[in-house]
């Protein structure tokens, strides 16, 4: 690391010799530079090709490593929000999930360069946007710094811009880079009144269901520009349904002092997997919302804005899960004679039935979620001033919101087909497991309600709040090297927590099989899974989310004081000051800026723990049925330095070399610092947080040639290499909790446990790789594009490093002319590490998505539009690694179908 910190100290201070030639570019230029930009952001966009043109210029005249996409981009683009659209640029990944809820068809979170999304920092029109989600897990145990795309639609877009290097003037947060999402403004409309508006539907060919799409946009400003009013607001519903399989909580090992070994010595120390199940997922979700913005000039030097957005996702789901429950019987039930073991793990086995046994061999959780929400809003309010012709003043303040509501879990957990023998087979790791469970799962006839249970989170409202000011000056030069000087201050006061949670349970006469309504039922789809591939049982029997909710009502115990679950309770606040100075230079072919950016953060973590520590600041805290509780409050306030340098040189018109050292920070995820507190009480495991975490400083490099060849063509190479000091990885160690489900057998006497659980720790990693860029149209009508990412990774900690993809490309080809337009696009991502469940490894597989969209003009004012996405109906899969070990295990297959979208857009 002192290796890299002095390469990066030596690049500035080349840097500073260039200093007497360079002069200022993108937003701080000479008068002659800032005509020219002026000019790029005047272009009317027409079409793919004329964003396509739109894009290529900005990126070229940009003072430091840039990708953009404008807003005809994401009109023509397959795409339904901001990061579908952006996975199709090099060094762009998505994923469509951010904690354990496995895959959907959504994108939802966005990574630059092989790093994790939360190294990747999302803004707003320059500013932090409030983030919420809808999963019950990344509200309290899986909490990142990233923000869920999926409530930022593609239509609120006017431009997106990708910072691959950083400036000393840009917000600090994004150590792999950061994206900058700029909306439309009034007084940029060239008709004084404007009105735009989408209207169509969206087909699901899983779920088999139709929904309404509709986006809506008014503008109007005066004729001479001095005062605008826009509105827009969208109404998006879709139905999705996600067949898998899961071996949930991975896989086991029988111990030498098991039962079974007395019979069978080679099953010692052999793994097998946990839970085996069949899982039916079915979410309707809804994203509304809208955009306001006002302008007002009283003057001709002086402009004031205000900004409003606001989206919510409504994200009713039902899960079920028909699972094998092997830890039921394998370390005390031999397996028929045949059995295989293959590197240690019981690959093929086949369970007898045993007539008259109690123990379930299977269990079954439905699981509904009504009421489960996301959303994500603010307002800003900013000015302008042009003090002189020298000298520019900028303000702006805000506040946004986020939220992630889970108000309610309708949960019912049965015992099925007691003793009724069961078998599986693996075949390798990306495949699903053949397995069988004897009894009838048609029906609810085989039911062990007294070896079940009722679970689930209750009235969560996690909040990801941000208040925030900033000011900005410049001043600008005629003459000399320098061309202008920017320098600025900023100060945030951001708060994520959840402070309250109600984990249920059961309560009266909830065993009695006369309160169920065995005769009521209805089954799994038909074709279920049929994509995935394997056999498995199939006509599973269900109970509607009303039949559940109705249980539940009657027999789930939701205390407020006896069902606190203070394991998910945290606070983290961190008020933000920093401040930044920036000197922009341009030369004859030269051009540049070199940075300084002071950052002080101090943090403020509250968290749970069931003992005291050196932290407690409250505590014994009684009446809890999770066990006394001591509340813990750790402070740290840090302080960094954050230089940067960009060079730019035109070798001629068209060809032009670039080159950016940085230092960037990141801060640790939410729940890493908050220490929520997850635990499995059948394998004694779990995952907790860590408040001493050190924020990730990244020592990061940069070189880069692009060739403009061609009007709209561009061939780019880029190198680059991010060193991130205090990365957080994963650790285990052992702690002691009450163990619910034996504290429960025990008549409610409390039994504790050791748990081996998962937790965060600072180390080292390092991110290194190229990207290759090519663009190019075709005659008058055609056009191709193609990019090509390399990742490479490595860590001090025993886990790798998150979101490494080695591979990334995108493929897509184009037609367009004045009454129709066509576009299909391939885009791919090799398998990468995607995070701990309770104590194992697991990774997502390579996948690839192919999308296409047709356009037809039929006049000036209507366009017909079909978007399909996911039309290779691509399977998503995962594996995992038991404690580090090398060996590839299933872990998780998904199939969530193609959607078509229609749309018919009116412009008046």
């Known amino acids: 690391m002192k290796l890299n910190r002095s390469i990066l100290s030596a690049a500035i201070v080349a840097g500073l010799g260039f200093a007497a030639q360079v002069h200022a570019q993108e937003t701080q230029q000479t008068p002659a530079a800032n005509d020219k930009v002026k000019d790029i952001e005047t272009i009317t966009v027409v079409g793919v090709r004329g964003s396509l043109e739109k894009s290529l210029d900005t990126k070229k005249e940009a003072a430091s490593h840039v990708e953009v996409v404008t807003a005809e981009d994401i009109g023509k683009l397959p795409a339904k929000n901001v990061a579908d659209t952006l996975q199709r640029l090099p060094g762009v990944n998505i994923s469509s999930s951010s904690a354990t809820e496995g895959g959907f068809d959504e994108s939802d979170r966005i990574s630059l360069r092989g790093g994790s999304p939360s190294l990747t920092q999302t803004l707003v029109n320059g500013h932090t946007v409030g983030t919420g989600d809808w999963f019950v897990l990344s509200q309290v145990q899986t909490v990142g710094r990233s923000v869920s795309y ?153 402009t004031l804005g205000l900004n409003a957005f606001y989206s919510k996702l409504e994200a009713d789901n039902y899960n079920r899960n028909y699972m094998l429950w092997t830890s039921q019987f394998a370390s005390n039930v031999a397996p028929l004679p045949g059995y295989k073991i293959v590197d240690g793990v019981l690959t093929n086995a086949t369970y007898a039935n045993q007539p ?253 723990t069931g003992a005291p520590e050196e932290n407690t600041v409250q505590g014994p805290i009684t009446g809890s049925a999770f066990g006394n509780y001591f509340r813990n409050r750790y402070e740290n306030t840090y302080k960094e330095l ?86 957080v990885a994963f650790g285990t160690e052992t702690r002691t909790f009450l163990d619910q489900q034996a504290t429960t057998n025990n008549g409610g006497v409390p039994v504790f446990a050791d748990y081996r659980v998962s937790v965060p720790v600072n180390s080292n990693a390092k991110i290194k790789g190229f990207e290759l860029t090519y663009e190019q149209p075709i005659g008058d009508n055609w056009g191709v594009a193609a990019n090509y990412t390399y990742a490479d990774s490595s860590s001090d900690s025993v886990k790798p490093v998150f979101g490494t993809s080695r591979d990334t490309y995108n493929v897509s080809g184009y037609f367009e002319n004045d009454k129709f337009n066509a576009r299909l696009s391939y885009t791919y991502r090799s398998e990468f590490y995607a995070g701990v469940s309770r104590t194992d490894d697991f990774f997502q597989d390579s996948i690839g998505n192919l999308s296409a969209s047709l356009g037809y003009k039929v006049n000036d004012w209507m366009t017909v539009t079909l978007d399909a996405l996911n039309l290779n109906d691509p399977e998503l899969k995962y594996y995992s690694q038991v404690n580090g070990e090398g060996r590839k295990l299933p872990y998780a297959f998904y199939e969530n179908g193609r959607q078509y979208y229609v749309n018919f857009r009116f412009r008046f």
């Open 150 to 302: 999926s409530l930022l639609p593609a239509e609120i877009v006017s431009q997106v811009v990708i910072h691959k290097t950083s400036e000393a003037k840009l917000t600090e947060g994004g150590s792999a880079g950061s994206v900058n999402i700029v909306t439309r403004r009034p007084l940029q409309f060239a008709d004084e009144i404007t009105t735009e508006a989408s209207v169509g539907g969206v087909y699901a060919d899983l779920p088999g269901k139709t929904d309404p799409q509709f986006n809506g946009l008014f503008n109007w400003r005066n004729a001479d520009s001095s005062a605008g009013v826009m509105f827009q607001a969208f109404y998006e519903k879709r139905n999705l349904r996600r067949d898998g399989q899961e071996v949930v909580g991975g896989f086991n090992k029988i111990a030498a002092t098991d039962p079974v070994v007395a019979t069978n010595p080679d099953l010692a120390g052999v793994l097998y997997p946990n839970l085996l199940g069949a899982v039916l997922f079915e979410q309707e979700r809804t994203r509304k919302g809208g955009v306001l913005d006002a302008q007002f000039k009283p003057t001709d030097n002086l």
């Open 642 to 727: 954050l230089p940067s340098l960009n060079l730019k040189y035109e070798f001629t018109d068209e060809l032009i070399g670039r080159f950016a050292a940085s230092k960037t920070l990141t801060r640790p995820d939410f729940s890493a610092l908050a220490g929520s507190v997850s635990l499995d009480d059948l394998t004694h495991s779990g995952s907790g947080g860590n408040p001493k975490l050190e924020p990730i400083v990244s020592t990061n490099l940069d070189v880069s040639l692009e060739w403009y060849f061609a009007p709209r063509a561009l061939l780019a190479a880029s190198i680059y290499q991010m060193d991130l000091d205090d990365y």
């Open 356 to 608: 008259g046994s109690t123990t379930p061999y299977g269990v079954y959780d439905q699981i509904s979620r009504p009421g489960a929400a996301s959303e994500s809003k603010y307002i800003a309010v900013d000015a302008d001033w042009q003090v002189s012709d020298s000298f520019n003043l900028k303000f702006q303040g805000g506040k946004t919101e986020g939220h992630g509501k889970s108000p309610q879990q309708d949960v019912i957990e049965l015992g099925t087909a007691a003793g009724g023998g069961a078998s599986w087979g693996m075949n390798g790791a990306l495949n699903p497991i053949d397995w069988s469970l004897g009894g009838n799962n048609a029906s609810p006839s085989g039911i062990l309600p007294a070896n079940g249970w009722i679970f689930g989170a209750n009235a969560i409202d996690a909040l990801d709040e941000e208040k925030w000011y900033q000011a900005d000056g410049e001043f600008t030069f005629t003459e000399g090297a320098l061309a202008s000087l920017d320098f600025g201050v900023r100060y945030s006061d951001h708060t994520r927590e959840n402070l309250f949670e109600i984990a249920q349970g059961p309560k009266g006469d909830w065993q009695n099989l006369a309160n169920y309504p065995l005769n009521n039922f209805h089954n799994y789809p038909g074709d279920f899974a049929s994509g995935i591939g394997g056999s498995h049982p199939n006509n599973i029997w269900y109970w509607t989310p009303e039949q559940l909710a109705a249980f539940n009502a009657q027999f789930a115990n939701r205390d407020p004081v006896a069902r606190f679950f203070w394991q998910d309770s945290y606070s983290v606040n961190e008020k933000t000051t920093a401040a930044f100075i920036q000197a922009n230079f341009q030369g004859d072919r030269w051009s540049g800026n070199l940075g300084l950016r002071w950052v002080r953060t101090k943090q403020d973590t509250i968290y749970n």
